[in-house]
């Protein structure tokens, strides 16, 4: 063999050795409300820098965290919103350009809005709440313009019944018609997103079925006519993502406790979208995932154009991170502590340098963990897992 295909061969080796590599190069840490459960990432003042939004379960509050990105002194503002929020989103509630707060209050019978005073900041004075019918509570929500009046609507679970429930919003503020049951499959109570995953510029709904092992997806189209898709036992958590660089949506979840094979140990599984509403479980998935995985997230932190997949696993203090292999389609899983008891993770690109960070909201240690990776630039592909 000559000298220079074994040097050909040594190269190879290490460039592959790199790009599977995940390195750690800062964790900060902050301290935040009580019981933090729930993130989001969003501009609320329309400076073109996100900011964290967090639920603080314990404390009846939402912390948001300004200044992350833009060399300005840090602050976290805390608003009080009702006792016991367990969800909410960020959108635009009455068509101002700005992103509102939807808040989910556990064990209430309505859903809040806390409008945006333009400057990124809330009036708590000025909430209002819309009464809902749901069995037993509402747990969680999600917003779309459902009935294409151009004005954003709210669906709530009502997991009692494995139902959820579209409510229909004017741009007065109010309640308009009746709203929209649709049964799903057992038990929608978890969580649900709102995304268009079969890009018809239509919003469409997908829900955990706790109790039968996949997730029920509703398509905007056809809001009377939801779809299951089978992944694996005990679905706890549901994300839309691309998570295989084709431009298709796809759609993530973890799993808790069932049938994977330790006590507390979970799964994660990754159903690919084509694009036209159709779905398959991807190679290699359901992956089995220590540490009772809680919430799931994917983007490329480490700069190599391809997106990991990251699970928040709350008995194991600690983030898993899915880096694929390009070469043999296969993942590799590396760990990182953070907080105590990580309920929520989220993957965003705070400080504008086209690498994302991942952001975890540690329910126990009430405080959230930012953690940026090192820029690996290798490993670069478009090619789709398919």
């Given at each position: 063999?000559?000298?220079?295909?074994?040097n050909l061969i040594i190269l190879q080796a290490l460039l592959s050795f790199d790009s599977l590599a995940?390195?750690?190069?800062?964790?900060?840490v902050l301290k935040v409300g009580g019981h933090p459960n729930r993130l989001q990432i969003a501009d609320l003042d329309n400076d073109g820098y996100k900011e964290i939004i967090v639920s603080n379960h314990a404390d009846a509050s939402i912390s948001i965290i300004n200044n992350l990105g833009n060399n300005k002194e840090l602050q976290i503002l805390t608003y009080k919103v009702g006792e016991n929020p367990t969800e909410f989103v960020a959108a635009d509630m009455n068509n101002d350009n700005f992103l509102d707060l939807v808040i989910a209050n556990h064990e209430t019978l309505s859903f809040r809005v806390l409008l945006n005073n333009k400057n990124g900041g809330f009036d708590e004075g000025e909430a209002v709440d819309y009464p809902v019918k749901t069995e037993p509570h509402i747990h969680t929500l999600g917003v779309g313009d459902f009935n294409q009046d151009k004005v954003n609507d709210v669906v709530i679970d009502s997991w009692g019944n494995s139902q959820v429930a579209i409510y229909y919003l004017s741009n007065k503020g109010n309640y308009v018609g009746k709203?929209?049951?649709?049964?799903?499959?057992?038990?929608p109570r978890t969580n649900l997103?709102?995304?268009?995953i079969d890009a018809d510029n239509l919003p469409d709904i997908v829900t955990p079925a706790t109790r039968f092992g996949g997730v029920s997806i509703i398509f905007g189209k056809a809001l009377e006519s939801p779809k299951f898709v089978e992944t694996a036992s005990s679905p706890f958590n549901v994300v839309i993502a691309?998570?295989?660089?084709?431009?298709?949506q796809d759609i993530l979840t973890v799993h808790r406790a069932g049938n994977f094979?330790?006590?507390n140990n979970g799964a994660v599984s990754v159903l690919l979208g084509s694009g036209k509403g159709e779905f398959k479980l991807a190679k290699g998935f359901p992956m089995i995932i220590k540490g009772a995985p809680s919430s799931v997230s994917a983007g490329d932190i480490d700069g190599n154009g391809w997106p990991e997949i990251i699970t928040a696993n709350y008995r194991t203090d600690d983030i898993s991170v899915l880096k694929k292999d390009l070469s043999t389609n296969e993942y590799q899983l590396?760990?990182?502590p953070v907080g105590h008891r990580p309920e929520s993770?989220?993957?965003?690109?705070?400080?504008?340098?086209?690498?994302?960070?991942v952001i975890v909201a540690n329910r126990e240690s009430n405080s959230l963990s930012i953690l940026k990776f090192r820029k690996s630039g290798l490993g670069q592909s478009t090619r789709a897992d398919k």
């Amino acid at each position: 063999m000559s000298s220079l295909i074994k040097n050909l061969i040594i190269l190879q080796a290490l460039l592959s050795f790199d790009s599977l590599a995940i390195e750690l190069e800062s964790q900060r840490v902050l301290k935040v409300g009580g019981h933090p459960n729930r993130l989001q990432i969003a501009d609320l003042d329309n400076d073109g820098y996100k900011e964290i939004i967090v639920s603080n379960h314990a404390d009846a509050s939402i912390s948001i965290i300004n200044n992350l990105g833009n060399n300005k002194e840090l602050q976290i503002l805390t608003y009080k919103v009702g006792e016991n929020p367990t969800e909410f989103v960020a959108a635009d509630m009455n068509n101002d350009n700005f992103l509102d707060l939807v808040i989910a209050n556990h064990e209430t019978l309505s859903f809040r809005v806390l409008l945006n005073n333009k400057n990124g900041g809330f009036d708590e004075g000025e909430a209002v709440d819309y009464p809902v019918k749901t069995e037993p509570h509402i747990h969680t929500l999600g917003v779309g313009d459902f009935n294409q009046d151009k004005v954003n609507d709210v669906v709530i679970d009502s997991w009692g019944n494995s139902q959820v429930a579209i409510y229909y919003l004017s741009n007065k503020g109010n309640y308009v018609g009746k709203p929209s049951i649709i049964s799903v499959k057992e038990q929608p109570r978890t969580n649900l997103v709102v995304a268009d995953i079969d890009a018809d510029n239509l919003p469409d709904i997908v829900t955990p079925a706790t109790r039968f092992g996949g997730v029920s997806i509703i398509f905007g189209k056809a809001l009377e006519s939801p779809k299951f898709v089978e992944t694996a036992s005990s679905p706890f958590n549901v994300v839309i993502a691309d998570a295989n660089s084709d431009g298709h949506q796809d759609i993530l979840t973890v799993h808790r406790a069932g049938n994977f094979k330790l006590r507390n140990n979970g799964a994660v599984s990754v159903l690919l979208g084509s694009g036209k509403g159709e779905f398959k479980l991807a190679k290699g998935f359901p992956m089995i995932i220590k540490g009772a995985p809680s919430s799931v997230s994917a983007g490329d932190i480490d700069g190599n154009g391809w997106p990991e997949i990251i699970t928040a696993n709350y008995r194991t203090d600690d983030i898993s991170v899915l880096k694929k292999d390009l070469s043999t389609n296969e993942y590799q899983l590396t760990a990182f502590p953070v907080g105590h008891r990580p309920e929520s993770v989220v993957v965003a690109d705070l400080d504008n340098d086209e690498i994302n960070e991942v952001i975890v909201a540690n329910r126990e240690s009430n405080s959230l963990s930012i953690l940026k990776f090192r820029k690996s630039g290798l490993g670069q592909s478009t090619r789709a897992d398919k």
